[in-house]
Structure formats: structure tokens, C-alpha cells
């Protein structure tokens, strides 16, 4: 059971650059999350999707796209990287329905450099 | 929007207790919870109340006071493995926001 999936790990892009995460789980969950980790600030919310085809903007979205095709795949798009962009990016998710809804389940994290 | 509130540091020693306190405002409240996260690794979480009262798993303990706004992480018998930071969290129906984490230092 591989739970939260992210890829890639590791990427260095150059500014104006684009690219796309992809987080993918197998545990059927309805809710997915994308944060991103700066030092000393905590987890950050960035987007968000309560289930297949739709999503909404978190707490810092400038910058970010995301979509939700398929139920168990939420990717998170930059268009035109920028400096301040660099940080690690976690995916989590979590069932719609308690005792699940609050427990996120994480992927390992992606390390993102923008030079 | 969410806010949430906990110390930056604590430090301790091996065996010791320690309480790491978060205060939130939320405009809807559905729980909080309790991440923790080693350096380099992905959160994991550990505990949660939707509830007012005490919830005990292990060496940790997680308790909610709605009416305060307040709610606290307790580890007891602290291990050198215990050394983290831990996040509590809050939702909302649908997010979960978080405060800035607390670092744990365990001292042999």
C-alpha cells in the first residue's frame, strides 16, 4: 500500500521555467492538499480539491494551478517559476467522512530550487 | 480565516514530560490535530480531539478546550526519538490550517 505519492523528489528549475507535481494516492480518498514548508513558518495551504473535478484556492495560491482529473491524481502546476517559489511542496489527503477527516496522510515531500 | 498559535522551541530531558499548548481561531470549527514531523521527513499524525476532553495514545496525549479556543499536546517519558517538531492543525469543513510548529529538543 504505497498511500501518498509524490513526484519528482528533487527538481532545480530557472526562473520563468514551468513545471508540474504530481501526487497520486491508492487509498480512495476523497480530499487531497497541496502545502508548501518554508523555514520557521509551518505548512502553508496552497490548494485544495474536495473531490474528481474540482478544486479551490488555499491561503497562498499566486503563482500556483491545479487540477483534479482523476480522483486519486491532484498535480500542482507552476506556470513561470519564480525565486520566492523555492520550498518543499507536500501533497496530503484524508477520507470526507470522521474518524478519517481529520487524519492527512502525507507524501514524502518535493524539494524545489529556483534559481 | 485560520490562525493558530504555539511556541517556537522547548527543550528537555530524557524521561521528562512536556506540554506543548496551541491556541486557534477558526470560523468553523471541525477539530484539531497533531502533527509530527523529523528533520527531512514528511509530517505523520499523531492525535486528535473533535471534542472537549482528554485523548490518550501511548506516551502521547492530545486535549481540546472548544470554549477556550485551546488545546494542548502532552508527551510523557520523552525518548531522544521524540526530538521533532510537532504542528497542531485546524479544520475547518474542508482545510486544515496550521501553526508554525514547535521544535522539540530531548537532552540525554
Known amino acids: 500500500n504505497a498511500g501518498v505519492t509524490q513526484t519528482p523528489k528533487f527538481r532545480v528549475l530557472k526562473t520563468g521555467q514551468s513545471m508540474t507535481l504530481l501526487c497520486a494516492q491508492d487509498?480512495?480518498?476523497?480530499?487531497m492538499y497541496w502545502y508548501r514548508q518554508d523555514p520557521g513558518m509551518g505548512l502553508r495551504l496552497i490548494h485544495y480539491s474536495v473531490g474528481e473535478g474540482t478544486t479551490a484556492k488555499g491561503e497562498v495560491p499566486d503563482g500556483y494551478n491545479v487540477s483534479r482529473l482523476k480522483k486519486q491524481n491532484f498535480l500542482l502546476g507552476l506556470e513561470s517559476a519564480a525565486p520566492s517559489q523555492t520550498s518543499v511542496y507536500f501533497c496530503?489527503?484524508?477520507?470526507?467522512?470522521?474518524?478519517?477527516?481529520?487524519?492527512?496522510?502525507f507524501g514524502a515531500g518535493s524539494r524545489l530550487t529556483v534559481l | 480565516g485560520q490562525s493558530l498559535e504555539q511556541p517556537s522551541e522547548v527543550t528537555a530531558v530524557e524521561g521528562a514530560i512536556v506540554q506543548i499548548n496551541c491556541t486557534y481561531q477558526?470560523?468553523?470549527?471541525?477539530?484539531l490535530s497533531w502533527y509530527q514531523q523529523h528533520d527531512g521527513g514528511a509530517p505523520t499524525f499523531l492525535s486528535y480531539n473533535a471534542l472537549d476532553g482528554l485523548e490518550e495514545t501511548g506516551r502521547f496525549s492530545s486535549f481540546l478546550s472548544r470554549s477556550d479556543s485551546y488545546g494542548y499536546l502532552l508527551l510523557q517519558e520523552l525518548q531522544m526519538k521524540d526530538s521533532a517538531s510537532y504542528f497542531c492543525?485546524?479544520?475547518?469543513?474542508?482545510?486544515?490550517?496550521f501553526g508554525a510548529g514547535t521544535t522539540v529538543t530531548v537532552r540525554a
Open positions: 492543525a485546524v479544520r475547518d469543513r474542508d482545510k486544515l490550517s
Open positions: 477558526t470560523s468553523g470549527f471541525y477539530g
Open positions: 487509498m480512495n480518498h476523497e480530499y
Open positions: 496530503a489527503s484524508r477520507p470526507q467522512s470522521p474518524p478519517g477527516a481529520n487524519v492527512l496522510t
